[in-house]
């Protein structure tokens, strides 16, 4: 970005306290106090767009998966962006599943960071 458009110092600071202060406040807490997380196989890019249904089925078909190991929340990343249609009926079906990774209060907030 920087190549191409020039450095931003303002970016560059909401670039700085977002590495050195927002992710280390919401992720070191998931693996402290005895919690640890155990990596899952997350799609990566799940959301409306990526995911259908076969009509003579009625089986999901889920599209462009980029698979990899991570805190199966940063799956949820996308769902929360107001552009698309995975609204938190879908949010609150997973977490039946997936209970939400302690600390319970840091959720919203891990959300918007797994957004960006």
């Known amino acids: 970005e920087e190549e191409t458009h020039g450095p931003d110092e303002e970016l560059r600071a909401l670039r700085d306290g977002i590495m050195r202060k927002v992710i280390p406040r919401l992720l070191r807490p998931l693996e402290t106090a005895r919690r640890f997380l155990v990596p899952r196989l997350v799609h990566g890019d799940l959301w409306d767009g990526n995911a259908s249904v076969d009509l003579s089925s009625g089986a999901p078909?889920?599209?462009?998966?980029?698979?990899?190991?991570?805190?199966?929340?940063?799956?949820?990343?996308?769902?929360?962006?107001?552009?698309?249609?995975?609204?938190?009926?879908?949010?609150?079906?997973?977490?039946?599943?997936?209970?939400?990774?302690?600390?319970?209060?840091?959720?919203?907030?891990?959300g918007l960071l797994y957004r960006l």
Do not use: Q
Request: proline fraction near 8%.
């Open 61 to 110: 078909r889920i599209f462009d998966g980029v698979c990899f190991y991570a805190h199966n929340e940063y799956e949820l990343g996308p769902w929360w962006a107001p552009r698309h249609k995975m609204t938190d009926k879908y949010v609150a079906e997973y977490v039946k599943h997936f209970p939400v990774s302690e600390p319970v209060e840091d959720f919203s907030d891990k």
